[in-house]
């Protein structure tokens, strides 16, 4: 993992500096920084804390459903509606343990609830860059923050589970060290929390959840007074497939006339590959599915069907396992 830079200001994981599934513009800052500071945040995993390294899938009744535990905010001198908040996020620190899990099919979550009437969880012993899986089956890690963003304009309390423009539950899995986020700002000081830290994800987090990880989060924080935009925009290096190189890959598709349903092929598809050719209970590929499996649109013009693209790395499984090795 990158070395941790110079830090200005660090924010514990304390209650007094956490706030649980809103966003609320008249909440007051647990910091107030100037324009420049890098701030080192302590953030707990997205089931606060009522998940841990010894946590069985009994224990997902008694899961939080506060919702998401953002540390912050965090107040920038000089922030004002009409800026940018630049957000460079320079390194993660993970606690060596992470979660994924799905609820019960009758909650409605995740992408294919029906297909799985019961929950299931991992948990992952997370050791420098790697998550190990079952079946010598080893992800590598990339942490990133799901949740990144500032207070919305409107008053009240609104819930931290849909993204919004000002960012937020965007889950995108490439805000990985290194890269910028760029957030516009709708009240004086940005008000900025961060939190939903994620050891892996695929693109499309399908079961729910990515490998949820406490994790400590640092960044630098900075006011662009000459920027205008009207969603969260970034900049970043990836890495775009899990060793951040070509590789080969396994994929399915699906093919439909709805975007959602296509998705939804192409991820059963996956999940019929790897219990029947790689040996995992179904339940055990639709997390593998959720932590390393990437969606992509593949097309959108050739009406009245559109092709969704699902995509998992030989990487990922034993060498004796893998069918990119050579002959």
Not at 47 to 69: F, I, K, M, Q, Y
Not at 99 to 127: K, N, R
Not at 264 to 279: K, S, T, V
Request: proline content about 8%; glycine content about 10%.
């Amino acid at each position: 993992m990158a070395s941790t830079p110079t830090v200005d200001h660090r924010l514990s994981d304390r209650d007094e500096n956490v706030h649980l599934g809103i966003w609320d513009n008249s909440l007051d800052p647990a910091l107030t920084v100037e324009s420049g500071d890098v701030v080192r945040f302590e953030c707990r995993g997205a089931p606060n804390g009522s998940l841990d390294a010894e946590s069985t899938v009994a224990d997902l009744a008694n899961r939080s459903s506060a919702g998401h535990p953002l540390t912050g905010p965090v107040a920038v001198a000089g922030a004002e509606p009409g800026d940018v908040l630049q957000v460079d996020l320079l390194a993660f620190q993970h606690k060596g343990f992470g979660v994924s899990y799905f609820p019960p099919g009758e909650s409605g979550q995740g992408l294919l609830p029906e297909e799985f009437p019961e929950p299931g969880i991992h948990v992952w012993d997370l050791e420098g860059d790697v998550g190990r899986f079952v079946n010598g089956i080893e992800v590598p890690l990339d942490p990133f923050p799901g949740v990144v963003g500032v207070a919305p304009a409107a008053d009240g309390e609104h819930s931290t589970t849909p993204p919004r423009r000002v960012g937020g539950n965007m889950d995108v899995k490439h805000f990985t060290a290194g890269s910028t986020v760029y957030l516009p700002v709708e009240v004086a000081g940005a008000l900025f929390s961060v939190g939903d830290c994620h050891g892996a994800q695929g693109d499309g987090e399908v079961c729910l959840t990515g490998i949820e990880a406490p994790m400590f989060v640092t960044a630098r924080l900075s006011v662009q007074t000459d920027m205008a935009i009207d969603q969260p925009r970034f900049e970043t290096n990836g890495p775009f497939t899990p060793t951040g190189h070509d590789e080969r890959m396994y994929g399915t598709t699906g093919i439909a006339d709805d975007l959602m349903e296509a998705t939804r092929l192409a991820i059963r598809h996956m999940i019929d590959y790897l219990h029947e050719e790689r040996g995992l209970t179904r339940a055990e590929a639709y997390i593998l599915c959720s932590a390393a499996v990437d969606l992509k649109v593949s097309q959108v013009v050739d009406a009245p069907n559109w092709t969704v693209s699902a995509y998992l790395a030989e990487s990922l499984f034993p060498p004796t396992d893998r069918t990119d090795r050579e002959e």
